[in-house]
C-alpha cells in the first residue's frame, strides 16, 4: 500500500448504520501495521504528529517510532512545545546535556503536560541518540503570552503559520531534509478553521505532508469527532483487536473514523 496517501480534500459525508458490526469489520478489514513506510513515499517531505496533550501513549509512540523515522530518512524533530526562545536552550543540551538546561526544557514540556513533561524530554534525549536535529517551532513565550492576553485567536492565527516557516526554513537548507513535526492534533489538521493549520500552510506551498492523529483509545462517544453509533474502542474491543495497535484511515463512511487528517493511529492501553 505505498503511494501519495495525503487527502486534502474534505471529510466524506457520514453515512448512518445500524450495528457497530459493520464498523468492527472494517476495522479488522483496513488497519494496517505500524509501519510509517506504508503511509509516505518518496516525496513525503513533512510527516505530522498530532496528540491529546494529556495522553502519555503517543509521547511513548513518537519516541518508540524514532528509530524507524530515521531509517526512513527524517533528519528533524520539529516540536510544537518549544519556542524559539528555547533553541539556544536546547541546541546547549544537545552538545552537553548541561542538568541546568535539561531542568528549563523539562519544567518547560511540564506547561503542556504536568504529568507526562518527562516524556517529552525522553523524546529530546531519544532523538539526539540518533542523530535527529531538534527544532523548536513555537513562538517565542513572550510573543504568545501577548496575544494570548487579548485574543486566543489572534494567537493560534500567529502561531500556525509560524510554524508553518520554521518547517520550511528546514527544507529550504538541502533537497534531501525530511521533518517530523509532533504538537497538538488541533495545529495539523487538514482544513483550515481560521486559524491556518501547519498543514494548510505547508501544502499551500506545495510540500508534501502526510498528516497522522493518534486518537487511540481516547475516541470515545462524544470525544473528539465521535457524533453516533459505537465508538471505535468498541468496536476494537468487539472485533478482538483491543491489545493491538494500528493505522487506519481517517476519513471514511463511519462517523467515528471520520476526521480532518490522513490517518489514525489507534494505540491500546498496553
Known amino acids: 500500500m505505498n503511494g501519495n496517501f495525503e487527502n486534502t480534500k474534505k471529510p466524506e459525508e457520514t453515512i448512518p448504520y445500524d450495528s457497530p458490526k459493520e464498523l468492527a469489520n472494517f476495522i479488522s478489514r ?5 509501519d510509517y513506510s506504508l503511509v509516505i513515499n518518496d516525496n513525503t517531505k513533512v510527516i505530522a504528529l498530532g496528540e491529546s496533550h494529556m495522553d502519555s501513549t503517543a509521547k511513548k509512540e513518537v519516541k518508540n517510532s524514532l528509530t524507524q523515522f530515521k531509517q526512513l530518512k527524517f533528519t528533524h524533530l520539529g516540536l510544537e512545545f518549544l519556542g ?3 533553541q539556544p536552550v536546547l541546541d546547549n543540551y544537545v552538545r552537553g546535556k548541561n542538568k541546568k538546561d535539561e531542568e528549563i526544557l523539562l519544567e518547560h514540556f511540564k506547561t503542556y503536560s504536568e504529568r507526562d513533561g518527562e516524556l517529552y524530554l525522553e523524546i529530546v534525549k531519544e532523538a ?3 542523530g535527529i536535529k531538534i ?3 513555537d513562538l517565542p513565550q513572550k510573543e504568545k503570552d501577548y ?4 485574543n486566543t485567536i489572534e494567537l493560534q492565527q500567529k502561531r500556525n503559520p509560524f510554524m508553518a516557516q520554521r518547517v520550511e526554513n528546514i527544507l529550504s537548507g538541502n533537497k534531501e531534509y525530511r521533518v517530523i513535526t509532533f504538537s497538538g492534533n488541533g495545529h495539523i489538521q487538514n482544513i483550515d ?3 491556518g493549520s501547519i498543514v494548510v500552510n505547508l501544502r499551500d506551498k506545495n510540500i508534501s505532508v502526510v498528516t497522522i492523529n493518534f486518537s487511540g483509545r481516547l475516541i470515545e462517544k462524544g ?3 465521535s457524533y453516533q453509533g459505537p465508538s471505535i474502542s468498541e468496536c476494537v474491543q468487539s472485533a478482538g483487536l483491543a491489545s493491538e495497535k494500528f493505522i487506519l484511515p481517517a476519513q471514511t463512511k463511519f462517523p467515528e473514523i471520520n476526521i480532518p487528517f490522513d490517518w489514525i493511529i489507534y494505540l491500546s492501553e498496553k
Not at 483496513?30 to 505500524?34: A, D, K, M, N, S
Not at 496575544?147 to 487579548?150: I, V
Open 223 to 225: 470525544y473528539p469527532y
Open 135 to 137: 527544532v523548536a517551532l
Open 193 to 195: 478553521e481560521g486559524t
Open 147 to 150: 496575544y494570548e492576553e487579548s
Open 128 to 130: 539526539i541518540s540518533l
Open 30 to 34: 483496513e488497519r494496517l501495521p505500524i
Open 84 to 86: 524559539t526562545d528555547l
